[in-house]
């Protein structure tokens, strides 16, 4: 028995061989229900297996549980070993796209493909001072700022909804794409309030263990097919056109879409995902 809790996403079915699967991973902060335009597009190829990562088990470790993003990376090593499966076609938004990446460059025979949409691929010199920098210095980092400040509980679905609707990380997601997130992402609590499943703190926690990867992902020799959104503010463009040297990666950037690309565009995601999955599945 594994060490981890993992805990499938759908409910699997076993009856299916899970080794023509396509394993799906979630980014920082979107429980994987939040993809169900991208899952239901990917069950038109085959079974969709996900797991909930850490921050959604149901007894949450302690924050320190996780050191950098090969935590989350050897969390995949550990899901698949424990569910015996092997050269699986993998499809990733940003977190999830660089653990899974992460956890191809430490066990190769996991992992056939792979799908990157929008990976956070920092540089070094980032990634080491976000860590060593003090908590508060830390903590004044947009990102981390803006996540640690805003709101955790809303006194209805609808009221959470509108607070999402008015911010500018969703101004490109249209409302049925944002209910699915609020669906996935806000729950009721014990309380009749309805707040964040995805803790805040965790999610603060995740961007200040952002990891470098960027000569791994420059001599990868697996086969990967990237994502960016033209607007992005995790890929940043000169290494996005660095990254083109390598032949094995196939580079595709989305006009006017951000971060959240596959939550604002799923249909043109899919049109570039499905063609990669069936030359490779």
Known sequence: MSQYPFQFWPAIDRSHNNRA???????????????????DGLRQQAPVISYLQRPLWPHPPDLSSVKSWHDFADDVIGFFEQEKITNVMAVGHSMGAVSAFLA??????????????????????????????????????????????RPNQWPSLQAAFDFHRRTRAFKRVNDEQLWQFINAGVKADDNGTFQLVFDKHWEAHIYQTVTPFRK???????????????????????????????????????????????????????????????KHQ
């Open 21 to 39: 699967a396509i394993y799906f991973a979630h980014a920082n902060a979107y429980p994987p229900a939040s993809y169900q335009a991208i899952v």
């Open 216 to 278: 791994q992902l420059l001599q990868s020799t697996l086969p990967v097919l990237a994502l960016r959104g033209a607007e992005t503010d995790t890929i940043p463009a000169a290494f996005w056109q660095r990254w083109h040297s390598n032949k094995n990666h196939q580079l595709i950037e989305i006009p006017d879409s951000s971060h959240l690309l596959p939550l604002e565009r799923p249909e043109q995601v899919l049109s570039h995902v499905i063609p990669f999955v069936e």
């Open 104 to 149: 191809a460059t430490k066990r190769p025979d996991l992992f056939k493909a792979l799908v990157m949409i929008e990976p956070v691929v920092f540089s070094r010199g980032f990634c080491w001072l976000n860590r060593i920098l003090p908590r508060f210095i830390r903590h004044q980092v947009p990102m981390i700022k803006k996540t640690l400040n």
